[in-house]
């Protein structure tokens, strides 16, 4: 038996139909009802079941054949070595845009790792660009339901595509998209805009091709790319001014003009970026259309300073003193001081300075908060009167962990500034919690 399809427990929930059967940590499980497993999908799919027959080869080498009778939803209780149960997916392409390629040396290894991996769209929301993905793959997808799939779109052209991606495979999207359509699966896109590349025409091009995949199509993001300075041999991309954010915008508000009369949906969004970029006010709530596109920036801010507010509104205020510090990225920082000023103002004893640090680690074009570093925040706060506490946005860290980009913890900030720093959950009733210094509201 091949050690790919060999899927190690890790772990045997207490009380559990595999605990029953006698299954213990380094056994591991090779087939379901006599089919082998690529990967998790595989195995909820075969165990969803009244009647299961699993094979496995304990640690001892003893091969058993368990044959299981089970409600048809109810789970064996295993947790696996590898939560896919199976290699991500690297990829394969060399895009013009890619921010991994724009690193600096010396990072931790798994910084460099490129995913472009289907199932990581479906499990976490990845993007992914599909030019690594045969039929079968797509044909999994609509078998298991794995919706939605998120899709780095960026051009619908096919010779341009692969030009951008530096891929000769990446010119089949519109068949793969057709599949998926078909298979009616949920889909959302991306558009990493590079200027004189594939804005312009090309946009325009682009959102009405992906407008014929609606309603299974959900919506598509346009995004500018992100410099950092550390592009010495890359495809020269210049960036965006003011003026063209302004432009983008426009041809952007046409479009979604066009889409809510003909299919009452605005379907095309632009990022925060090209607002605060071009000097316009954010989109009003409604505007967002439910915040469909969220984890991939649109409408991040307007959905924080709603948040706020409306908790805001419900507090009466006091007398409390206390002294906060936050940290905020060039791009945020605007409107993280409107809001602190309106609790301020409700809550006079209280000073909340929001502190504007400057990417020097990847480059000053780089201003979204997520990827400041903790010597970033050192090296500018050093020094400085921070008060009682250093709020941190939770973008900032490693998922589940107090790691920054640059592997310094948030301990490492608090040793080196002499402060306690606190995380802010991305909402803004923990906004207003941190700055009040309490747990509820």
């Known amino acids: 038996m091949s050690k790919k399809y060999l899927h190690v427990i890790a772990s045997v929930e207490e009380g559990s139909i595999a605990q029953e059967m006698d299954l213990v940590p380094g056994d591991a499980v090779y087939m379901v009802n006599h089919q082998v497993m690529e990967d998790v999908f595989d195995y909820q799919f075969l165990i969803n079941d009244t009647f299961v027959v699993l094979n496995v080869i304990k640690e001892n080498g003893e091969e058993w054949e368990l044959e299981i009778e089970k409600d048809f939803d109810e789970d064996l209780g295993i947790t696996f070595e590898s939560s896919l149960m199976d290699d991500y997916r690297s990829c394969a392409n060399k895009c013009i845009f890619c921010f991994i390629d724009q690193l600096p040396p010396g990072m931790r290894e798994t910084m460099y790792f490129k995913d472009d991996d289907s199932r990581l769209s479906f499990l976490q929301g990845n993007y992914i660009t599909m030019t690594n993905m045969k039929d079968k793959d797509l044909d999994r997808i609509i078998k298991y339901r794995l919706e939605p799939i998120n ?71 346009v995004v500018p790319m992100g410099f950092t300075r550390f592009r010495d041999g890359l495809y020269p991309v210049e960036p965006f001014t003011e003026e063209d954010a302004g432009k983008v915008l426009d041809q952007i508000e046409k479009w979604q003009k066009r889409l809510l009369d003909e299919y009452d949906n605005r379907f095309i969004y632009a990022g925060d970026e090209w607002y605060i970029m071009a000097g316009r006010p954010l989109p009003s709530q409604e505007e967002y259309d439910g915040y469909g596109q969220l984890e991939n920036g649109i409408g991040m801010m307007r959905l924080l300073i709603e948040e706020f507010n409306e908790a805001l509104s419900e507090l009466t205020g006091d007398d409390r003193k206390r002294h906060v510090s936050i940290v905020s990225g060039v791009l945020a920082s605007g409107y993280i001081q409107e809001l602190t000023k309106a609790l301020m103002e409700k809550y006079p004893n209280i000073q909340v300075d929001v502190h504007c640090i400057k990417n020097k680690f990847f480059g000053e074009s780089i201003t979204v908060t997520g990827l400041l570093t903790g010597q970033d925040i050192v090296a500018q706060l050093q020094g400085k009167d921070l008060g009682d506490v250093l709020l941190l946005p939770i973008n900032m860290l490693r998922s589940g962990e107090n790691v920054l980009l640059d592997d310094m913890t948030t301990l490492d900030i608090e040793k080196a500034l002499q402060v306690p720093v606190d995380i802010i959950k991305s909402n803004g009733d923990d906004l207003i919690l941190k700055m009040l210094g309490q747990d509820t509201l």
Not at 162 to 176: D, E, P, T, V
């Open 151 to 221: 899709i780095s779109v960026h051009t619908t052209e096919p010779d341009l595509r692969c030009m951008m991606l530096h891929n000769r495979f990446a010119g089949k999207l519109a068949g793969q998209l057709q599949k998926l359509y078909e298979g009616r699966i949920q889909m959302n896109a991306q558009i990493v805009l590079c200027k004189n590349i594939n804005d312009g025409e090309h946009l325009d091009r682009t959102i009405e091709d992906l407008s014929r995949y609606m309603p299974w199509m959900e919506g598509v993001s």
